[in-house]
Nanobody, 122 residues
Framework: HVQLVESGGGSVQPGESLRLTCTFS?????MGWFRQPPGKDREGVAV???????RYADSVNGRFTISKDNAKSTLYLQLNRLEPEDTAMYYC????????????????????WGQGTQVTVS
């Protein structure tokens, strides 16, 4: 069983920051962050493989950083210079393989999901 639990969301003003946290039961996977704005489809934000290699969606424009602490079984997403367009439910996800797949970050590639944490920027 793979279990993921997100936390750290909240309501902030434009330009402020948040750090999202995801605890997970197994660290040796491709891990990802996704988000779903109100009324829109879920989109990939960032991924990190078992070696710590990362890839980001163009939409985050260098403002977000994915990281993890294997000793604490925790994945993070640092959200900086938040904009109203970043308002979304943010999800942690795992693809049960050591290395992330190439190409766009696609939710269909991830079989394990957390419950989501809400980020509101207004």
């Amino acid at each position: 069983h793979v279990q993921l639990v997100e936390s750290g969301g909240g309501s902030v003003q434009p330009g402020e920051s948040l750090r999202l946290t995801c605890t997970f039961s197994e660290t040796r996977y491709c891990m990802g962050w996704f988000r779903q704005p109100p009324g829109k489809d879920r989109e990939g934000v960032a991924v990190m493989d078992s070696l710590g290699r990362t890839r980001y969606a163009d939409s985050v424009n260098g403002r977000f950083t994915i990281s993890k602490d294997n000793a604490k079984s925790t994945l993070y997403l640092q959200l900086n210079r938040l904009e109203p367009e970043d308002t979304a439910m943010y999800y942690c996800a795992a693809d049960r393989r050591l290395y992330c797949r190439g190409g766009p970050i696609a939710q269909r590639d991830f079989g394990y999901w957390g419950q989501g944490t809400q980020v509101t920027v207004s």
